[in-house]
């Protein structure tokens, strides 16, 4: 299976909407979006697992010739029943790492995320929705990994930057 | 700047609890396509750069 050839976030992203997927932008890339300083190499989305939305996914992902990137040797495809857990499939597309998350922290799912986004224009005239800072963090405390507490005293700084603005 | 000039604490590149603020207020001056780009040049250049390293 073939190394991507680059990373393109907002390709990937339109792909996504293209193809009527709902779906919401979360981790580093989301935080990025709000203005905190971080880096992230893949793209983390938290997709609606409803039975049409999988459906719409799986035909975005075919075109973007999505692969299980830890098997690299056996190519997998994902299926339905992949992305209809909670689980977190770790992707690789012909436009860079992407990972599609059942589930953040205490099992809170597309539905229970809702109401904790917001739009975002994101260039090109695409508008994507994406996970507020507040419940990034939120979620961020309720994971405790390593990594995800290393960026809260960013995140926390952003949010408070943004409020005295 | 002279070495006797102070440089005030909020400018410090050093940052107490390690949170650089210039840089979350240079990114809140963005708008979020700008904010996407800039993520997206960070990490062309690290790909790029662990290209070339690479065929070394």
């Known amino acids: 299976m073939p190394l991507a050839p680059k990373s393109d976030f907002r390709a990937v992203l339109r792909v996504l909407k293209d193809h009527g997927v709902d779906f919401i932008v979360v981790g580093g890339v989301a935080a990025v979006l709000q203005g905190a300083p971080v880096s992230a190499f893949d793209l983390d989305v938290v997709h609606s697992r409803d039975e049409a939305n999988i459906a719409r996914l799986l035909a975005a992902l075919e075109e973007l010739e999505a692969w299980h990137r830890s098997h690299p040797e056996r190519g997998l495809r994902p299926d339905a029943s992949h ?3 909670p689980g ?3 992707l690789m597309t012909h436009y860079g790492p992407l990972d599609l998350l059942g ?5 809170r799912d597309y539905q229970d995320l809702l109401a904790h986004c917001t739009e975002m224009p994101v260039g090109g ?5 994406v996970l507020s800072l507040e419940a990034l963090i939120t979620v961020k405390q309720e994971t405790g990994a390593d990594k995800d507490l290393a960026t809260l005293p960013i995140l926390q700084r952003t949010l408070a930057e943004k409020r005295r603005s | 700047m002279p070495p006797d000039e102070e440089i ?4 410090s590149a050093a940052p107490e609890d390690g949170v650089d603020v210039t840089l979350i207020r240079w990114l809140l001056s963005l708008t979020p396509a700008e904010r996407l780009d800039t993520l997206q040049q ?4 690290v790909l790029e750069a662990r290209a070339a390293s690479a065929q070394v």
Do not use: K, N, T
């Open chain 1, 88 to 90: 977190r499939q770790l």
């Open chain 1, 125 to 129: 005239g695409l508008v994507v929705r």
């Open chain 1, 103 to 107: 589930a953040i922290g205490r099992s």
């Open chain 1, 83 to 85: 992305l209809s857990s």
């Open chain 2, 8 to 11: 005030p604490a909020e400018q």
């Open chain 2, 42 to 45: 960070f990490v062309d250049s």
